[in-house]
């Protein structure tokens, strides 16, 4: 019964392609979000939605497109996969958009362009 | 814009031992301050968070972290280290400043190690 889950878990892929990595929480959050986790492990806020509105869209190449069909899903798009892509993307969710909230985690989708 | 400094990639302790992993925050607002584990191969584990009010802040597992303003940090510790401990620790910072929304601002994760 994981709270926020993201699938796949793992993917590998060729430069070029294009991916979706799926996210689902079942806390009823109104907020979600997508951050990045590089080989570095340095954690970085890609998108941030609330109420399947966009409110917070840092500085990402415009191949990622995040799309939010209802509060509880926030899906993210890449195309033309690059090699700097590769990473780790976590989806996390919160009950508001405040600055003072909890985050909870899902376990990662490990992204490795080849 | 607000920014968090760990102090320490790794940290080695042994089983038993006092932890303490440094964090140094940059912030011209009143901060909120986050602390969270990630264990291998997972997400990311709120340990506690400092928001308003009593400065010492007491989270899951028996770690602790205090607020101190005129130092700009917010260090965790515990009293006597377990192996169950040894995982990823990252210090973050909200910052809201521009929109008034969530974007919490990690630092760069300190490795706790524990030895038996």
């Known amino acids: 019964d994981t709270a926020v889950s993201q699938t796949p878990k793992y993917l590998v892929t060729q430069m070029g392609n294009d991916k979706s990595i799926k996210c689902e929480q079942n806390l009823g959050h109104d907020t979600m979000y997508w951050y990045k986790q590089d080989s570095k492990k340095f954690l970085k806020i890609m998108f941030s939605y609330n109420n399947k509105e966009l409110i917070i869209n840092e500085t990402v190449p415009n191949r990622f497109s995040p799309k939010s069909p209802d509060k509880a899903h926030l899906n993210l798009h890449i195309n033309s996969l690059e090699l700097g892509d590769s990473a780790v993307y976590f989806c996390?969710?919160?009950?508001?958009?405040?600055?003072?909230?909890?985050?909870?985690f899902g376990q990662g989708t490990r992204l490795t362009v080849v | 814009a607000q920014s968090v400094t760990q102090l320490g990639s790794h940290v080695s302790v042994s089983e038993g031992a006092l932890v303490l992993l440094r964090c140094n925050y940059s912030?011209?607002?009143?901060?909120?301050l986050f602390w969270y584990v990630q264990y291998p191969n997972q997400g990311l584990q709120l340990l506690l968070k400092?928001?308003?009010?009593?400065?010492l802040v007491k989270g899951i597992n028996g770690f602790e972290a205090e607020f101190k303003k005129s130092e700009t940090s917010f260090h965790l510790t515990k009293p006597s280290a377990h192996m169950s401990d040894a995982a990823e620790y990252f210090c973050?910072?909200?910052?809201?400043?521009?929109?008034?929304?969530?974007?919490?601002?990690f630092g760069t994760g300190t490795r706790l190690l524990v030895s038996p």
């Open positions: 996390a969710s919160s009950q508001g958009p405040g600055a003072n909230t909890e985050a909870f």
């Open positions: 973050a910072v909200s910052d809201a400043m521009n929109t008034g929304f969530q974007k919490l601002v």
């Open positions: 400092y928001t308003t009010g009593a400065t």
């Open positions: 912030s011209s607002v009143p901060p909120y």
